[in-house]
Nanobody, 122 residues
Framework: QVQLVESGGGLVQAGGSLRLSCAAS????????MGWFRQAPREEREFVAA????????KLSDSLKGRFTISRDNINNTLYLQMNSLKPEDTAVYYC???????????????WGQGTRVTVSS
């Protein structure tokens, strides 16, 4: 049974930083592309970032480049999202996702985590 468990969300002031983690189990982690998505209140879920299985290739939403970084630790089966210079518009529930393939267009998740809430105050 695949489990993706996010952590690290919370309340932060604008300009601050957070690092989200996603602990994966029940799958051969290094064989999966991983990604982060987010859903703000009253908005559709949107792509944030993706990384291929060995961590050598990443894709980031154009609007987040320079502030967010995705990385992974294949020894500890953990995915990360470092978020810096946070803005109130980054407020959302952030979801971890696992996909069988990575492409330059992003990923199509097969598995999802339950989400972690990030709130950025102004």
């Amino acid at each position: 049974q695949v489990q993706l468990v996010e952590s690290g969300g919370g309340l932060v002031q604008a300009g601050g930083s957070l690092r989200l983690s996603c602990a994966a189990s029940g799958l051969t982690f290094s064989r999966y592309a991983m990604g982060w998505f987010r859903q703000a209140p009253r908005e559709e879920r949107e792509f944030v970032a993706a990384i291929n299985g060995n961590g050598g290739r990443t894709k980031l939403s154009d609007s987040l480049k320079g502030r967010f970084t995705i990385s992974r630790d294949n020894i500890n089966n953990t995915l990360y999202l470092q978020m810096n210079s946070l803005k109130p518009e980054d407020t959302a529930v952030y979801y971890c996702a696992a996909a069988p393939y990575y492409s330059t267009n992003g990923i199509s998740p097969a598995y999802w985590g339950q989400g972690t809430r990030v709130t950025v105050s102004s």
